[in-house]
């Protein structure tokens, strides 16, 4: 009797691990610090899957629904440097490598492709992994060269956006279950 609860107990817990996670709420901001001014910008319309099993991810940001606190910041951002009509979305696919898949706060790193401005470039991002049975939430803050992805600054406003961005990310995942 207790070899049978014990395996019912593992395939409980196998099946557990296969659910997948998706995005309840979403949270993007990058901020550009340079000697004339500071840029802020909000995005709370990005979606993503994480596989618990596989420990796959994909994150899928839509550019053109960055806030700025000014509107021509808005439409530099989007006709000028990233194209938002020819590049319409970033999108982040990769596996988290290592967090200790046990309840609460762990420290965490994925490894895959960001696609930004129509580049593609493997990165390793840190972060940080909240799990419950029922919520998946991870946060990050990270670095982008604008030279990487080809984002040209013109040099009239050189001294107003900065070479690299810091991009906050903070997803909250539920149980996705699919129809």
């Not at 593609?120 to 972060?127: A, D, F, L, N, T």
């Not at 992994?129 to 029922?134: A, F, K, L, S, V």
Request: with cysteine; charged share 30%.
């Amino acid at each position: 009797m207790k070899k049978f609860i014990l395996i019912l107990f593992c395939f409980y817990s196998l099946s557990c691990l296969g659910q997948r996670y998706k995005t309840d709420s979403s949270y993007i901001r990058f901020f550009s610090s340079a000697p004339m001014e500071d840029i802020e910008a909000i995005n709370n319309s990005a979606t993503s899957i994480v596989d618990i099993e596989t420990d796959a991810m994909v994150i899928v940001i839509p550019i053109n629904a960055f806030q700025f606190e000014k509107k021509l910041m808005q439409e530099h951002f989007n006709e000028n440097y990233l194209e938002s009509e020819k590049y319409p979305k970033a999108t982040f696919k990769g596996k988290i490598v290592e967090w200790s898949k046990n309840k609460g706060v762990s420290k965490a790193k994925a490894e895959g492709t960001l696609e930004l401005h129509g580049v593609e470039k493997e990165v390793s991002i840190e972060g940080e992994i909240d799990y419950t049975d029922d919520v998946i939430k991870i946060s990050t803050v990270f670095s982008i060269k604008l030279e990487d992805y080809k984002i040209k600054i013109p040099k009239a406003v050189f001294y107003k956006i900065a070479e690299e961005v810091e991009v906050t990310a903070k997803l909250e995942y539920k149980t996705y279950e699919k129809d």
